[in-house]
């Protein structure tokens, strides 16, 4: 996993300080949602106590600083990390191109925003649904990329990725769905993420270019939007002025 040191800069940036906007969950949260069956709304809190965060370097591991970061949260659109991961691992294999066209089944398109507004029967290619991640976080394009990797079911696929997390050493790591939309069952910590992050960058350096893209353009959906990336590291410089 060796790499320059300004390529680990990149991702501690990126990938790792956005570990401080992992939803948190009190303790009796945390015993109650291993048991849940039923998703519901978390109220958020901002209390240094009740959020987590890690920053570690990039090309060594070393953490550089950590609050939390072995408690119970929710991963929220940190979860298409491993979505992203498990499709490269798929074009490394020859499963899928970047032509591939993937289809819309109606639960992909029919994903809370954020979305590209794809429609039952649509179709994406592979390339433009990395973008789609990458730029717009968009749920409906997780769910068929799930979908196309995980014989047509999103909850088949979401067992790939815990198990990819636990081989990856992400112990406390639980998915149940691909795009980090509000469920009781998707568990993790900023410890867990922090490891998907750097196997993210350092297992696919082919593929971090993704991440510095700032907008797509497809036959279903233009987007000028900035990068995911790009927005977060922004809104954590605005958290300190």
Not at 63 to 71: K, M, Q, T
Not at 119 to 126: A, C, E, K, S, W
């Amino acid at each position: 996993m060796g790499a320059s040191k300004g390529f680990g800069s990149r991702l501690a940036v990126f990938g790792l300080m956005a570990l401080a906007l992992l939803a948190p969950l009190s303790s009796a949260e945390a015993a109650k949602a291993r048991h849940a069956k039923q998703v519901r709304a978390v109220r958020v809190t901002s209390a240094p106590e009740k959020d987590a965060a890690i920053v570690v370097d990039g090309a060594t591991g070393k953490v550089l600083y950590a609050r939390n970061p072995d408690a119970i949260r929710y991963p929220a659109s940190l979860t298409k990390m491993m979505t992203l991961y498990l499709l490269f691992d798929a074009i490394e294999k020859g499963r899928v191109a970047f032509d591939t066209p993937m289809n819309t089944s109606v639960h992909a398109a029919s994903q809370s925003p954020t979305k590209v507004g794809l429609q039952p029967g649509d179709t994406i290619t592979v390339d433009t649904a990395i973008k789609a991640l990458t730029v717009l976080s968009a749920n409906d394009v997780a769910v068929v990329i799930a979908e196309a990797l995980g014989g047509g079911n999103e909850t088949y696929f979401a067992s790939l990725m815990t198990e990819k997390a636990h081989e990856l050493g992400m112990s406390q790591t639980n998915f149940h769905n691909a795009s980090g939309l509000p469920d009781l069952q998707q568990l993790t910590t900023a410890r867990d993420m922090a490891i998907l992050g750097r196997h993210l960058a350092y297992d696919f350096p082919q593929y971090f270019r993704y991440f510095s893209v700032t907008g797509f353009r497809s036959e279903e959906h233009t987007s000028e939007l900035q990068s995911l990336a790009y927005l977060v590291c922004r809104l954590l410089l605005e958290k300190k002025k």
